[in-house]
């Protein structure tokens, strides 16, 4: 991209979250547009965006997804505190949100699944930029990194520039920096791993593969704890979400969206209705936090299946295949409900004076570690 295009993009950006301040809305703006390339799609507002392009903006609660082929670099707004870009790499699944924290900016993305890369730096006062997978925080000022994602849900950070802070649930802190990788396997702690700068893309294309060679070794037996999941948080799921649907100020809320009425934080209507609508966030976020990683996790797990796995039967009695069908059936109507579920946030967020009602570290990822997950072994 030319010097005068990046210029260019930088005041659209600009521009957006001057406007958002001047109306004395909260900033959504995370950024821009910078790169697009192959399969991408944007979930906004409860809705896949009918197209996408270099220039447009992206929004706090945005669900980014990757095809095969897919990438998207987004070039961060100065609403969030910091100059640079976060590129969402192939087959990643990724949601990203700024917001302001005791007076500063701070700005927390989500990988759900895949790989996303950052190359960041402050612009001024004391912003911040975390990243999350599951329980594993990395927490950033300034610097060029990668986080990996594995089919285990294994995590990899490697950094060739600045320091990535990496924590884990039980609070435990390993950095990763030039000359030093991050790993941590599902059930065990944060390991520091020294790796030559030199040799960081090659350590990251043997770790991809080793882990995928495990996966492969038994998918059938991982399949079956995903399967036994997949039925307990899908009816969690569905009703925690008709809960939160079916609420009468969430629809209103929704129809002053469409009208582009946004009422005061402060009315005590607003603080009312916010207390109401809440809990029921807070009980669809509870489900949702295992939920949406173990049916985008299964998608992917069928890449890896022979038609000999295919045949096989799960305790559940039904054959792999029959399982994989209903995911695929399933996953139109799961998508949607997710996405509302994203809408009503950002709603609470408007009213709420920009701030996310969950929060952060709401809460942890015990499927991945239960001591007899196939993940643990």
């Keep these: 991209m030319s010097r005068m295009k990046r210029k260019w993009l930088g005041i659209v950006c600009l521009v957006s979250a001057t406007f958002l301040y001047a109306q004395g809305t909260p900033p959504l703006v995370v950024g821009c547009i910078q790169d697009l390339q192959g399969s991408v799609s944007v979930t906004r507002n409860g809705k896949v965006l009918n197209k996408i ?19 998207l670099i987004i070039e961060l707004d100065p609403a969030t505190g910091m100059r640079g870009s976060l590129t969402v790499k192939p087959k990643t699944v990724f ?7 005791r007076g500063n900016p701070s700005t927390d993305g989500n990988v759900i699944t895949g790989t996303v890369g950052a190359k960041v730096k402050k612009i001024s006062g004391d912003p911040s930029l975390r990243i999350r997978s599951g329980g594993t925080v990395m927490g950033v000022r300034g610097t060029e990194f990668t986080i990996i994602i594995s089919i285990n849900n294994a995590v990899l950070v490697t950094c060739v520039e600045g320091r990535v802070q990496c924590t884990d649930e039980e609070g435990a802190v390993v950095e990763a920096f030039p000359g030093q990788v991050v790993s941590q396997k599902v059930g065990e702690r944060l390991m520091a791993i020294p790796v030559a700068l030199s040799s960081v893309q090659d350590f ?11 996966f492969k070794a038994q998918p059938v037996k991982a399949l079956e704890q995903y399967a036994k999941a997949y039925s307990r948080y899908k009816k969690e799921f569905i009703a925690a979400t008709d809960a939160l649907l079916a609420d009468s100020v969430v629809r209103q809320w929704k129809t002053e969206f469409s009208r582009g009425v946004l009422p005061s934080s402060r009315d005590p209507q607003v603080m009312k209705q916010k207390s109401q609508v ?7 976020r509870r489900v949702l936090f295992f939920f949406e990683r173990i049916y985008y996790r299964v998608n992917e797990i069928e890449t890896y299946l022979s038609s000999a796995d295919l045949g096989k039967r799960l305790s559940t009695g039904d054959r792999v295949q029959t399982f994989l069908q209903q995911v695929r059936r399933d996953t ?11 809408f009503i946030t950002k709603l609470y967020a408007l ?3 920009g701030r996310d009602p969950v929060g952060f570290d709401a809460t942890n990822d015990d499927f991945f570690d239960d001591p007899n997950s196939f993940f643990d072994n």
């Design 204 to 214: 990251q294309t043997r770790w991809i593969t080793e882990e995928i060679e495990a």
């Design 332 to 342: 139109a109507d799961l998508e949607r409900r997710t996405a509302e579920y994203r």
């Design 95 to 101: 949601t990203v949100k700024t917001e302001t924290i």
């Design 278 to 284: 809440v809990r029921l966030l807070m009980e669809t």
């Design 53 to 71: 392009d270099i220039g447009d903006r992206i929004e706090n609660y945005d669900l980014i997804k990757t095809g095969n082929d897919g990438v």
């Design 351 to 353: 009213r709420n004076e």
